[in-house]
């Protein structure tokens, strides 16, 4: 990115009317989580459904959640169930055990699973995930040995109900790619693997778009998008092919700061979403999928691509990886 974000689109106003006309999906974000919604929050912030008003006035149609382990779907198909407004962006169900959370299926048996495969039976339009690899201090804490059973067996679930499957890798890519290339040889990968907020090297997204047997998308966040510490994913931005590209907040995590948010937003949604949903100087705080516009807004700018083209592409990506078509999400 030659210049930060901060100091593009002088013109907020011209930009504004411009950006409003593309529809958005953030593809990947836990509406689940207690953090967004939780009773302890400002009523007038914090409920889910101002949470979905917001994303509905930043032109999102649909917003991924994804339910990390067994207790969580519980709570995401309850969510789904008390969705009722129409006018709001459709909630895209994903149900998996995170490698957070791997030991939750240790030992591995032929029970171990049974709890996932029903969800999945019981929504149709669902999909897996997010499921993977784990090296950060809080993976570090489930052996590895551990995630990679849990995440061969998700992945043999995933294939066998053709189900999109949302990846999550921190420091085991190459363990990652040894696995699935290894699926793709017995013809049992996914129909479509999403690798969430990809960290990965830019030169191994060539190695993960051969697996002959899957498409691959690579999801980039909107806090990776617009940090300028972080150079490999504007590498990736740059090197993604087009039709390979998602965008997504991870919301309630990965809250980009506020600087470049209010760049972004006019005042009225920057109330919303202001502290303590977003600090003023650092990026903790809470995120939420309003902030997918913001990781549209810096690839625009590191693709040196038009608005348009690229929110077209990325929309029609999300409709392929996630079924949103025609699919019934409740």
């Known amino acids: 990115m030659d210049k930060p974000l901060r100091y593009v689109l002088k013109s907020s106003s011209h930009f504004h009317r411009c950006f409003m006309a593309f529809p958005l999906v953030d593809a990947h974000c836990h509406l689940h989580d207690e953090r967004l919604w939780s009773s302890g929050s400002p009523p007038s912030r914090r409920t889910l459904e101002d949470v979905l008003r917001r994303a509905r006035n930043a032109n999102l149609t649909h917003v991924v959640s994804c339910a990390t382990h067994e207790r969580d779907w519980r709570v995401l198909e309850q969510?789904?169930?008390?969705?009722?407004?129409?006018?709001?962006?459709?909630?895209?169900?994903?149900?998996?055990?995170?490698?957070?959370?791997?030991?939750?299926?240790?030992?591995?048996?032929?029970?171990?699973?049974?709890?996932?495969?029903?969800?999945?039976?019981?929504?149709?339009?669902?999909?897996?995930?997010?499921?993977?690899?784990?090296?950060?201090?809080?993976?570090?804490?489930?052996?590895?040995?551990?995630?990679?059973?849990?995440?061969?067996?998700?992945?043999?679930?995933?294939?066998?109900?053709?189900?999109?499957?949302?990846?999550?890798?921190v420091g085991y890519y190459g363990k990652l790619l040894e696995i699935l290339q290894e699926f793709d040889k017995r013809g049992r990968l996914p129909p479509i693997l999403v690798l969430h907020s990809y960290s990965g090297p830019p030169d191994m997204m060539r190695s993960f778009l051969r697996l002959r047997d899957t498409r691959v998308f690579f999801s980039l966040n909107a806090k990776q998008l617009t940090d300028p510490r972080m150079k490999k994913t504007v590498a990736c931005c740059k090197e993604s092919p087009l039709e390979a590209l998602l965008f997504e907040t991870d919301a309630p995590d990965q809250a980009p700061s506020a600087e470049y948010a209010e760049k972004v937003f006019d005042c009225g949604i920057l109330d919303a979403v202001d502290t303590p949903?977003?600090?003023?100087?650092?990026?903790?705080?809470?995120?939420?999928?309003?902030?997918?516009?913001?990781?549209?807004?810096?690839?625009?700018?590191?693709?040196?691509?038009?608005?348009?083209?690229?929110?077209?592409?990325?929309?029609?990506?999300?409709?392929?990886?996630?079924?949103?078509?025609?699919a019934k999400l409740s």
């Open 79 to 169: 969510l789904i169930a008390q969705q009722e407004d129409n006018s709001m962006p459709s909630v895209v169900p994903c149900f998996g055990v995170h490698p957070w959370w791997a030991q939750e299926l240790s030992p591995m048996t032929s029970d171990s699973l049974k709890p996932l495969r029903a969800i999945l039976t019981l929504h149709p339009a669902a999909n897996v995930g997010e499921i993977g690899l784990c090296k950060s201090a809080r993976g570090r804490q489930v052996p590895l040995e551990m995630q990679v059973k849990a995440f061969r067996a998700q992945l043999e679930i995933a294939a066998e109900l053709e189900r999109t499957c949302i990846l999550h890798c």
């Open 277 to 326: 949903l977003l600090l003023q100087e650092d990026s903790t705080g809470v995120n939420e999928p309003a902030m997918v516009k913001l990781a549209l807004l810096s690839a625009t700018e590191i693709r040196g691509v038009g608005m348009n083209e690229l929110a077209a592409a990325v929309y029609q990506n999300c409709k392929v990886a996630f079924r949103i078509d025609d």
